[in-house]
């Protein structure tokens, strides 16, 4: 296939089916996710009442769900480049076949969490925290979050595949719905109101996991009642599914599965190395990471609107109308960086304020919420690139190699002379860290640019 690019430019009508997409997939996406982070937000300023330690005990905990989140949203995403394709040419078998994969997947690594997590969570502690009180508060957590987890696994195979065929109005209400949910059961659970026992972090969990388990019931009766649903199928066409087509898919999705672990690894690592530091360290970078999320969650609804409009080109074999998508999908991310970063500095200071720490942390939280705001621009123009656009094309295989350079043999490398060697304040080592971000950028535009990242599957 050639690598030249022809001059094209879309018609009046593509332009407007284009931007109807993205607005229809990224608006959901996009409240969708700022629901998901906002339970992280509100379940780090509800704990962060409790005090530092409990705060970074819970963080410490999460580093495990994280690594198997990573093994999930890599197989989706992965998958959802055949999907994206079948859907657009219109092959519904093909595209029914993905969703019943998820399941299995979905199904299995809940499974898996459940048992890591009562079998070796609490000696995995270690390597965030030596102080006893805080992995004591992360083993509290941990062993009531896994099956949060696991009810979420399953429930987000159906809404990721919601993307795709474009029918997300129920999800993203449920999703709202979810929200309302757990700030109110911490409410009852962590400080023990209503008659309802003070737990603590054990009372976070326990909210958490009666959320999840109301969402993935909320999702079932939606599908069972919801007759015209595209994804309203049986078993018998989700997992008929010959082997043959496992594996051409899982072609495709294990190098994602395997970006995503590593990225999880990587940032679990990272986190266990600034947790040298001191547990005001720990609570300063979930904070901080919570924020930024939320912040960028503008970025999760383009890609994912990226990579459904993309894929959709390709899958009815329109190379030409795929790059200009891209193209745009690019420029629409550069200026929301512009955007974004200047709205993760104007809410620092006034987000601080919510969090019952010490003066000096909460000093540091300020200054590394500024970081955080200079380090998201190559963060997520990575993302769109990579999740919107070279993932829609397929092109697996070469972000693996580009976040195994990045991640492992820079990020991982830097994060360790500028906390353990050199001894920089924590700002600093953040700084410095995201050169891995830049080097990412760099391969990853020169791919882009080849226009190699390009694949047809149907």
């Known amino acids: 296939m ?3 690019h022809e001059a094209y430019t879309l018609t009046h009508e593509q332009k407007s089916e284009f931007y109807g997409q993205m607005v229809k997939i990224a608006i959901p996406v996009i409240i969708q996710n700022i629901i998901s982070i906002g339970l992280g937000v509100a379940d780090t300023m509800m704990i962060g009442k409790l005090g530092e330690d409990q705060l970074a005990g819970v963080g410490a905990g999460n580093q495990l769900f994280w690594l198997f989140w990573g093994i999930i949203f890599g197989f989706y995403s992965g998958a959802n480049a055949h999907s994206s394709q079948y859907w657009g040419a219109g092959n519904k078998e093909k595209t029914w076949h993905v969703l019943g994969m998820d399941y299995v997947v979905g199904f299995t690594i809940g499974v898996i969490t459940i048992l890591t997590t009562y079998t070796v969570g609490g000696k995995l502690l270690w390597f965030f925290s030596r102080d006893p009180q ?5 083993i509290d957590y941990m062993r009531i979050a896994c099956f949060a987890n696991f009810f979420s696994f399953v429930s987000f195979a159906f809404i990721f595949n919601c993307r795709v065929v474009q029918k997300l109005k129920f999800v993203t209400t449920a999703n709202v719905g979810s929200l309302f949910v757990n700030i109110f059961l911490n409410w009852v659970f962590i400080y023990g109101n209503l ?3 003070a737990l603590g972090v054990k009372g976070a969990a326990l909210a958490t996991t009666l959320t999840r388990v109301a969402e993935l019931l909320a999702v079932i009766i939606y599908a069972l009642v919801c007759k ?9 066409k ?3 599914f010959k082997p043959m087509f496992f594996v051409n898919v ?4 294990f190098p994602v599965v395997v970006t995503e672990t590593m990225f999880s690894l990587v ?3 990272t986190f266990a190395i600034y947790g040298t530091i001191g547990s005001a360290a720990l609570a300063v970078i979930q904070v901080a990471t919570n924020i930024a999320n939320l912040a960028q969650v503008v970025f999760f609804g383009l890609g994912n609107a990226a990579a459904v409009t993309i894929g959709g080109a390709l899958g009815v074999r329109d190379r030409e109308r795929a790059i200009e998508y891209a193209k745009i999908s690019f420029r629409l991310a550069l200026i929301l960086n512009v955007i974004v970063s200047a709205m993760i500095i104007l809410i620092a200071k006034p987000i601080s304020g919510f969090y019952d720490f010490e003066p000096d942390t909460i000093t540091l939280m300020i200054k590394v919420i500024f970081v955080w705001a200079i380090i998201s621009i190559p963060k997520m123009t990575n993302y769109t690139l990579v999740c919107g656009v070279l993932r829609a094309g397929g092109d697996t295989l070469y972000t693996l190699k580009v976040d195994i350079i990045g991640n492992v043999f820079i990020q991982l490398i830097l994060c360790v002379l500028s906390v353990l060697v050199f001894k920089w304040a924590l700002p600093v080592c953040i700084l410095f860290v995201s050169i891995s ?7 990853n535009m020169k791919r882009y640019l080849s226009l190699e990242w390009i694949n047809m599957y149907n």
């Not at 649903?229 to 078993?235: C, D, E, T, Y």
């Not at 899982?250 to 999705?253: E, S, V």
């Not at 971000?437 to 391969?443: E, I, M, P």
Request: proline share 8%; with cysteine.
């Open 134 to 138: 805080v992995i004591q508060y992360g």
């Open 228 to 236: 015209d649903h595209p994804l309203r199928v049986g078993p018998k």
């Open 195 to 197: 008659g309802a026992p």
């Open 2 to 4: 050639s690598n030249k």
């Open 267 to 269: 940032g679990s690592a």
């Open 437 to 443: 971000d830049c080097v990412r950028l760099a391969l």
């Open 250 to 253: 899982l072609r495709t999705a």
């Open 238 to 240: 989700l997992f008929t």
